[in-house]
């Protein structure tokens, strides 16, 4: 530790962006690799996890030995037919593998890239006064390392000596890079990344193999990937349906023999592929991945699939006013002086009680204090005591010279001149509510047992924003801001920003209290957060999601990390999760849709032979009864590639009432589903007839 | 339920529905033989037989029976009768729920089955029959009689109440008749034999057809919840995997017991010879029965002869796997539902008291009977029409 400190005065980060993570592998390579994962899927072992695309399969199995025996003994189905018919089925399971494999195959490009930081690292560990190089992977939770400059952290953990700047880019796709010091909510560094400048001690808090970046690789990767409760909601919801069918299509032959025209075994498994709902069936685990996926993209990582499908539920929404609702940080505005203290003797004191302050906030008072005159100075160590803020005094200072300098909320600094003794001038009380009232911050300043006046902390409201919180309302989601200022200042821009509600001087333990409270009445809350205080209440909230940036204990409490630490992120996290869910809903409504046009197709063509009466049924005039079961069968697998970018991008998504959205999606996928199979089966007739490929 | 029986009863008698301790009243007739008339209590057992919607006639010839139904007015309450409870209790729903909104959505997506229900059968029987036209009958309304297909229709009643009357019964789980189910046209009886397929939940039985159209609220809510992008909840309760899993089985064991016991029916000697016809008006005699028996209909299509003891057998086991592989998943949803907690509605929520939600509620009872029933359908009462247009009977 160095006697002296430097004061630093620097600009704030520029805002992060979301940045395309280098290095993920091109879509032909993506392609290619899907294409062949599309066939290792074939494994009935790895296939029967998908019951509907597993009875497709047995059914393509079935029918391909029937191909083989039509070689032996000739039936009038003839082999043409057959085998188109068995190549159609192969095809079927084929897409559906295909869409599996392309989503999980843009996580696995970022996970192989992940994976290479993860190798070869060494790690400098302390044992007692002497440093060992071990192997980053041997490092154990609880060892302390030290990381120079140009060197890769080699483990998660928290730094408890020093300062740093961290490039994170391999994480987060942010170039700029970020300060890591020790103490304070800033202190949390990721395995993977690299010290710039400087030299850190980090004690490591994760045990091998389940660092941040092993959880992100599994996690990118879908291998971890456990079924929701509401994707098990629509499995069960799915087989029961191919179950169904199944005895529709059983029964079916027991009726047709009875009717004298028994049906072949293949046209039957031909009829029961068409029925059961491949669509959504074939589809299902890509739209998990691919939300996921989008997550990640987003640059959030989210813990488990549950909390994503919970983000598309929230009620309530607590956002922090700093940062998400207000333009990142409040900047001092002005001095105003009690009479008797000028503005350079305010501005004096107040900058000395912030130069210890790192927050913005500070920053902005000691750069708004030059203008008076006021510059940089030395403070040494041994006759200056810096005293922290904490969320318990609610202030913060220096005691220097004999001098007791303190800034802060109004009351506690009230109390603090009070209780040395001093009394407040009543003129006090007109400036912190002058400043209040316009929505700016009141902070306190003063020295010994004298109040010296007011620093106007000013809250600029995002742009925008109000109209977010507009549609986050027709969606039904209820904003809170959550704030530290008093309740006057925090009304002022809670109407500002067209919030619902506001928490006021919010401690840790109010947010909580809120949480809770909502939740008693059944809602589901969702809320970011930083710093370690916050992590009770992250883990409280139904989506916790901590900021990139803070601690590891934030972190470790909330279900999502948000890698940009962007807090108004969260607005994005609750859409996804409500696209993620929308694309389920509509693939499985437009599948089943699907089926009437199906029954129009085949069954007619089954039994006309027997009954030309029945030709009545066939709506859309098909060539023939070959033609009209070839025509299903290839709209039902051609279906699912055509799907394949739906699935993968979501359904378009609009912040509207429930009303609105649901009779939009049941037009376009309930309606659209009941037509468009219609159409798409006379065109694939017409081309299997001018192709010859049927009788 | 008491009072309204005795006041029903009154009703009847007045309109000269038998009701006396006696067993048989002795009758000359014209040529002066002896007839001899059977009689009974019937006006008390018809006031609380179709209230608490059971079908049994006190004769055989049921509703029809000018004992039973003399006139247009008993007619009419008897339909009102097997209507009133199951129907009532949606507004029972409504007010449990706190919310009498919800329970006229669900009578609203009931009322709206029964209507195309009425209508579909109405119009296929005022169609009627081209060949009883080639035979020299006359089926256009006229003064003297109402038209259409009348036979095995009292002429008393008419299309217009036998339809209505059909309709309700099939629809509510009572099984009365005032007409012939077999001798309506292919159509009309499919129309009527789809009311119970569905899985009496149009009006349905005293409670049954409540909780009937509960699952496939169930249902339709899962898939309306996810297309608005939330997880899925009823009356703010989410509808988890287990919910899930016990709504689709209910639902399957009833589409399993039909279509499995018809298929044995069909392909089975024994089942075939208990057919008075053949082609597919047989095959629609047996589909009636089964899904009469698992829907606890009681209805009979007339022509097949049940009581043979493979359809005793058959029909009874499927009725009892029909009946209670529903009744029982549907409480442990209750009972899960009930240990939920509750979700307060937001903007968000999709409502399930909307026009709109009726209007799907209506599509997936539609599309899940049409799915499941189709194919059998098409071979017999489908089929059947065509042929009938094509000049062939059964």
């Known amino acids: ?695 | 339920m008491l009072p309204i029986c005795v006041v029903l009863s009154l009703v009847y008698v007045s309109q000269g529905v038998v009701q006396t301790l006696a067993g048989t009243v002795t009758a000359g007739t014209i040529q002066g033989a002896a007839q001899t008339i059977h009689v009974g209590p019937v006006a008390s057992q018809e006031a609380v037989k179709l209230l608490g919607t059971n079908g049994g006639g006190f004769f055989n010839a049921n509703s029809s029976h000018p004992f039973e139904n003399p006139t247009p007015l008993t007619d009419f309450l008897q339909v009102l009768s097997i209507l009133a409870i199951p129907a009532g209790l949606t507004f029972m729903f409504g007010k449990m729920t706190g919310n009498m909104r919800q329970g006229v959505a669900v009578f609203a997506a009931m009322l709206i089955l029964f209507t195309a229900s009425v209508a579909v059968m109405y119009s296929f029987e005022r169609a009627g029959n081209p060949n009883l036209t080639t035979a020299g009958a006359n089926q256009v309304a006229s003064a003297t009689q109402t038209g259409g297909n009348t036979e095995g229709k009292e002429v008393r009643f008419g299309i217009e109440a036998s339809t209505l009357f059909g309709s309700a019964t099939t629809a509510a789980s009572a099984g009365a008749v005032n007409a012939s189910m077999s001798s309506l046209t292919p159509l009309s009886g499919g129309m009527a034999m789809l009311n119970i397929a569905l899985g009496e939940v149009v009006f349905g039985g005293a409670g049954s057809g409540l909780y009937g159209m509960l699952v496939f609220a169930v249902l339709a809510v899962f898939i309306a919840c996810l297309m608005v992008g939330r997880t899925p909840e009823y009356l703010g309760k989410k509808i988890g995997p287990k919910e899930m899993k016990l709504a689709m089985f209910a639902v399957l064991a009833v589409a399993a017991s039909i279509l499995v016991g018809s298929a044995i029916g069909v392909v089975t000697p024994a089942g075939l010879a208990a057919r008075l016809s053949a082609g597919p008006h047989g095959l629609t005699e047996i589909l009636y029965a089964f899904t009469s028996g698992v829907g606890n209909n009681g209805s009979a299509f007339a022509g097949l002869n049940a009581a043979t003891r493979f359809y005793a057998v058959a029909i009874g086991v499927c009725m009892m796997l029909g009946r209670y592989l529903f009744i029982i998943p549907v409480l442990a949803i209750a009972g899960s539902m009930a240990a939920k907690k509750r979700v307060p509605p937001s903007a968000g929520t999709f409502p399930t008291d909307s026009p709109l939600f009726v209007g799907l509620l209506v599509g997936v009872v539609l599309i899940v009977g049409a799915l499941t029933f189709f194919p059998a359908f098409a071979l017999g009462p489908v089929l059947e029409h065509f042929l009938m247009h094509a000049g062939q009977l059964f």
């Open chain 1, 1 to 695: 530790m160095t006697d002296e400190m430097e004061m630093h005065v620097e600009a704030p980060e520029g805002s992060a962006q979301p940045r395309k993570r280098a290095g993920v592998a091109t879509s032909r390579e993506l392609v290619r690799e899907a294409i062949l994962q599309s066939f290792v899927k074939l494994n009935p072992m790895s296939l029967w996890h998908n019951p509907v695309m597993f009875i497709v399969e047995i059914g393509a199995v079935i029918v391909t030995f029937y191909v083989f025996a039509e070689l032996v003994v000739t039936t009038d189905q003839g082999i043409l037919f057959l085998s188109q018919i068995a190549l159609w089925l192969w095809f079927t399971v084929l897409f559906a593998n295909f869409a599996e494999a392309m989503a999980e195959g843009r996580g696995k490009a970022q996970a192989d890239t992940l994976r290479q930081m993860t190798t070869d690292t060494l790690a400098n560990v302390m044992k007692g006064d002497a440093i060992e190089q071990i192997s980053a992977a041997k490092l154990r939770k609880g060892d302390t390392v030290v990381v120079s400059a140009g060197e890769t952290i080699p483990g998660d953990g928290d730094v408890i000596q020093g300062i740093a700047s961290v490039d994170e880019s391999a994480i987060t796709g942010e170039s700029a890079p970020v300060i890591r010091e020790s103490g304070g909510d800033r202190s949390a560094v990721t395995g993977g990344t690299k010290v710039l400048s400087d030299r850190i001690v980090v004690l490591i808090t994760s045990e091998p193999g389940q660092t941040f970046l092993d959880r992100m690789i599994t996690l990118v990767e879908g291998a971890s990937r456990q079924k929701t409760p509401n994707e098990i909601a629509l499995d069960i919801l799915l087989v029961t349906l191919t179950m169904i069918f199944l005895l529709v299509t059983v029964s079916l032959e027991a009726f047709a023999m009875y009717s004298g025209q028994a049906v072949a075994v293949s046209i039957l498994i031909a009829l029961l592929v068409c029925l059961i709902p491949t669509t959504i069936g074939g589809l299902l685990s890509s739209i998990g991945i691919a939300g996921m996926d989008r997550l990640v993209r987003h640059n959030v990582l989210a813990m488990s699939g549950r909390a994503v499908e919970a983000a598309g539920d929230v009620n309530t929404l607590l956002l922090d006013k700093t940062g998400t609702i207000t333009l990142g940080n409040r900047q001092a505005h002005e001095f105003l002086p009690v009479p008797g203290v000028t503005e350079a003797e305010l501005a004096d004191a107040a900058q000395l009680a912030s130069i210890s302050d790192e927050t913005p906030e500070g920053r902005s008072i000691v750069v708004l204090a030059k203008q008076f005159g006021i510059r940089e100075r030395h403070l040494h160590q041994n006759e200056t005591e810096f005293i922290p803020f904490t969320a318990l005094t609610r202030m913060s200072g220096v005691d220097w010279q004999g001098h007791r300098i303190r800034k802060g909320a109004t009351d506690s600094v009230i109390a603090w001149v009070e209780s040395l003794g001093g009394t407040v001038p009543p003129e006090l009380e007109g400036l912190v509510r002058r400043v209040a009232e316009s929505g700016g911050t009141p902070l306190v300043v003063s020295m010994d047992d004298k109040a010296l006046g007011v620093v106007h902390l000013k809250d600029i409201v995002k742009g925008g924003i109000r109209e977010r919180f507009d549609q986050l309302r027709a969606m039904g989601i209820r904003t809170v801001m959550i704030t530290g200022d008093n309740p006057v200042t925090a009304a002022v821009i809670a109407k500002e920003a067209g919030v619902d509600d506001f928490l006021a001087q919010a401690t840790p333990e109010a947010k909580m209290e809120l949480i809770r409270k909502e939740q008693a009445q059944g809602k589901l809350v969702a809320m970011t957060g930083d710093g370690t205080n916050d992590a009770p209440a992250l883990a409280q909230a139904d989506v916790g999601v901590a900021m990139n940036t803070g601690t590891t204990a934030a972190k470790e409490a909330g279900n999502m990390v948000d890698l940009d630490s962007n807090p108004t992120k969260l607005i994005e996290i609750v859409e996804i999760g409500k696209q993620l869910l929308m694309t389920r809903g509509a693939l499985t409504t437009f599948s089943i849709a699907n089926d009437v046009a199906k029954y129009f197709a085949i069954i007619p063509a089954l039994f006309m032979a027997r009954y030309p009466q029945l030709g009545a049924l066939n709506v859309m005039g098909l060539h023939s009864s070959q033609s009209a079961i070839m025509s299903a069968i290839i709209f039902n697998a051609l279906v699912i590639v055509a799907l394949i970018p739906l699935s993968l991008k979501g359904v378009k998504y609009r912040p509207l009432g429930a009303a609105v959205v649901l009779r939009r999606n049941l037009l376009v996928y309930g309606l659209g589903g009941i037509i468009a199979p219609f159409i798409g089966i006379k065109l694939i007739d017409v081309l299997i007839v001018a192709l010859h490929l049927a009788r």
